[in-house]
C-alpha cells in the first residue's frame, strides 16, 4: 500500500511554544489529508480535513487559531500546535488519501508531549 | 452526524481461538466499513474492508460481514496468534479514501499464548 510519513514520531516541547507536525505522502499525490488527535486508550477523534489547496475544515470544538493547518502541497500537510499547553499533550496522526483511492493511509503518529 | 458502536472494549482468548468483535453505525448513508489494527505507539494500519453492496469479505484468518439492514458489522479473527495482539477498531463512512471516517472506542485484544 501507499506510504504516510509523519514527523516528528515524538516531541517534547515547552509551554507557550509552537510545534509543526509533517505529513508526507511518500509514493502518490494526497488530494485530502486528515488530521486526528487520540488520548491514551480512546479512539481517533477528527480534527480537521485539509484539501490541497485550500483552507482545512475544522471539526466542531477544534480551535483553529490554535491548531493552524496547511496543505500546501499534493504531499505535504502540516499541522502547527501553537501556544502549546500541557492539555495539548496527545498522540497526533494524519491520514492521507487520493481522489481516487479506496482507502485513506495513515501515519504512524506524533507523540506531543507538552511540560 | 455518524455514530459508531463497538462492542466489547476489552477481550481475551485463547491462542489458536476466535476472536469476534461487532461495531453498529447510525448513518444509513455509510457504505464503507474498514477494519484498522492498531499497535502501541503506532498508527492504525488498514486490516480489512467492505463495501455495502457486499455481505462478507475474508482475508486468509479475518473476515468482516455487513448486515446493512440491522447497521451492523463484525470482524472475525480465525486461529488467533499473540502477534494479533492489539487494539482494533471499526469505522464507517459514506464513501472510500477522502470521505471523512467516524471511529468507533475501539477493542484492546490480548492473545493468551
Known amino acids: 500500500g501507499a506510504v504516510v510519513s509523519q514527523h516528528p514520531s515524538w516531541v517534547i516541547c515547552k509551554s507557550g511554544t509552537s510545534v509543526k507536525i509533517e505529513c508526507r505522502s511518500l509514493d502518490f499525490q494526497a488530494t485530502t489529508m486528515f488530521w486526528y488527535r487520540q488520548f491514551p486508550k480512546q479512539s481517533l477523534m477528527l480534527m480537521a480535513t485539509?484539501?490541497?489547496?485550500?483552507?482545512?475544515?475544522?471539526e466542531q470544538g477544534v480551535e483553529k487559531d490554535k491548531f493552524l493547518i496547511n496543505h500546501a502541497s499534493l504531499t505535504l500537510s502540516t499541522l502547527t500546535v501553537t501556544s502549546a499547553h500541557p492539555e495539548d499533550s496527545s498522540f497526533y496522526i494524519c491520514?492521507?488519501?487520493?481522489?481516487?483511492?479506496?482507502?485513506?493511509?495513515f501515519g504512524q503518529g506524533t507523540r506531543l508531549t507538552v511540560v | 452526524g455518524e455514530n459508531v458502536e463497538q462492542h466489547p472494549s476489552t477481550l481475551s482468548v485463547q491462542e489458536g481461538d476466535s476472536a469476534v468483535i461487532k461495531c453498529t453505525y447510525s448513518?444509513?448513508?455509510?457504505?464503507?466499513f474498514p477494519w484498522y489494527k492498531q499497535e502501541l505507539g503506532k498508527g492504525p494500519q488498514l486490516i480489512i474492508d467492505?463495501?455495502?453492496?457486499?455481505g462478507e469479505k475474508k482475508d486468509q484468518r479475518i473476515a468482516v460481514t455487513l448486515n446493512k439492514t440491522a447497521k451492523h458489522f463484525s470482524l472475525h479473527i480465525t486461529e488467533t496468534q499473540p502477534e494479533d495482539s492489539a487494539v482494533y477498531f471499526c469505522a464507517a463512512s459514506r464513501g472510500a479514501g477522502s470521505y471523512q471516517l467516524t471511529f468507533g472506542k475501539g477493542t484492546k485484544l490480548s492473545v493468551i499464548p
Open positions: 448513518d444509513s448513508a455509510s457504505n464503507y
Open positions: 485539509s484539501n490541497e489547496g485550500s483552507k482545512a475544515t475544522y
Open positions: 491520514s492521507a488519501s487520493n481522489r481516487g483511492s479506496t482507502e485513506a493511509f
Open positions: 467492505i463495501r455495502s453492496n457486499v
